[in-house]
């Protein structure tokens, strides 16, 4: 059953604390991204990774950091330096980095800070 | 830089009459584009695609768009709304290295 799993589906979070969101996949993708969506906007990219080892900023890293050890991981933290951290966070994947390629969505981590 | 619009961010529709959800794009490059629909706390799921072949491109549950390079617009449309068809819909376009742009999104509800 392949497919992209994010974990956990709801995260709280206390101010001051770094907290890191999963993603796996197992569709032998080479590119993964994270989006962050806030209610009545679109999805923004916060980092992408094309390759393993390899990650560049999006539009809005300031506050994230992510690594990419391994093809099938890409795990997104949440740094206490992040000043708006209430969102729902989304991961994808996609074959390669091609602008054909289609980005395959996870189910997504609720964050909440309290 | 790329930029995607969606006009009507909430569009009611009655059961069984036909959906039309507007998008329109500014791309540097040959664009592709993209719609997907989102259910509530759910990822998002691809409807169809447009990578540079056929204008007018069929996707899943009915829906189709078609690609106006004139009028740079990726316009979606149904023939006939059901209600599992209440959802959020996203216009997106894609760059060279496939870093996506979303517009605001379409909230769609459909009325009995």
């Known amino acids: 059953d392949g497919g992209i799993t994010q974990s956990p589906k709801y995260l709280f979070r206390k101010e001051g604390q770094n907290v890191t969101l999963s993603c796996e996949q197992n569709?032998?993708?080479?590119?993964m991204y994270w989006y962050r969506q806030d209610p009545g906007q679109g999805l923004r990219l916060i980092y992408y990774?094309?390759?393993?080892?390899?990650?560049q900023k999006g539009d809005i890293a300031e506050g994230y950091s992510v690594s990419r050890e391994k093809k099938e991981s890409f795990p997104l933290t949440v740094t206490s330096a992040q000043k708006n951290p209430t969102a729902f966070y989304l991961c994808?994947?996609?074959?390669?980095?091609?602008?054909?390629?289609?980005?395959?969505f996870g189910p997504g981590t609720r964050l909440t800070v309290l | 830089a790329q930029s995607v619009t969606q006009l009507d961010s909430h569009v009611s529709v009655s059961e069984g009459t036909p959906v039309l959800l507007r998008c329109n794009y500014s791309?540097?490059?040959?664009?592709?584009l993209f719609w997907y629909v989102q259910h509530p706390n759910k990822g998002l799921q691809l409807l169809l695609k447009?990578?540079?072949?056929?204008?007018l491109v069929k996707g899943i549950n009915g829906f189709e768009a078609e690609f106006k390079k004139s009028e740079t617009s990726f316009h979606l449309t149904k023939p006939s709304a059901h209600m599992s068809d209440a959802a959020e819909y996203f216009c997106?376009?894609?760059?060279?290295?496939?870093?996506?742009?979303f517009g605001k999104g379409n909230q769609v509800v459909v009325i009995p």
């Open positions: 997106v376009v894609s760059d060279p290295n496939n870093r996506l742009a």
């Open positions: 990774s094309q390759i393993v080892n390899d990650f």
């Open positions: 791309s540097s490059y040959s664009p592709s």
């Open positions: 569709l032998n993708h080479d590119a």
């Open positions: 447009y990578t540079s072949a056929a204008t």
């Open positions: 994808a994947s996609s074959i390669a980095g091609a602008r054909t390629d289609t980005q395959y």
